[in-house]
């Protein structure tokens, strides 16, 4: 498994979480990361992306001002940090990854058909 998601759970809206990607993937530095999120009956959509030395970030505009994208190449993880969390948000959220991608280009990292890797998801789900 490349890429392991963990973090998710039940919040009561308004609340927060932190959800958590490692990566075996290496060397991880040269990877581009991406979060995604998948509710039942819709489209696997673009969350956040942060770039191989996380100097660039980016977000759909529904999670501007509420998400936050990280990484440590040190330790090999991506977090994302969920605050004011919507009951709109509850989904399936999985991390990806874009080997070899050094540029910053907002329709780069949400295009779903750039990321070589996947992890499995993890659940969040957002009560009113």
């Known amino acids: 498994v490349q890429l392991q998601a963990s973090g998710g759970g039940l919040v009561q809206a308004g609340g927060s979480l932190r959800i958590s990607c490692a990566a075996t993937?290496?060397?991880?530095?040269?990877?581009?990361m991406g979060w995604f999120r998948q509710a039942p009956g819709k489209e696997r959509e673009f969350v956040a992306g942060?770039?191989?030395?996380?100097?660039?970030?980016f977000y759909t505009d529904s999670v501007k001002g509420r998400f936050t994208i990280s990484r440590d190449n040190a330790k090999n993880t991506v977090d994302l940090r969920m605050d004011s969390l919507k009951p709109e948000d509850t989904a399936v959220y999985h991390c990806?990854?874009?080997?070899?991608?050094?540029?910053?280009?907002?329709?780069?990292?949400?295009?779903?058909?750039?990321?070589?890797?996947w992890g499995q998801g993890t659940q969040v789900t957002v009560s009113s």
């Open positions: 990806g990854a874009i080997a070899g991608y050094f540029g910053g280009s907002y329709g780069y990292f949400s295009d779903t058909s750039r990321y070589n890797y």
């Open positions: 942060i770039s191989w030395d996380g100097r660039l970030t």
């Open positions: 993937l290496r060397p991880f530095d040269s990877y581009a």
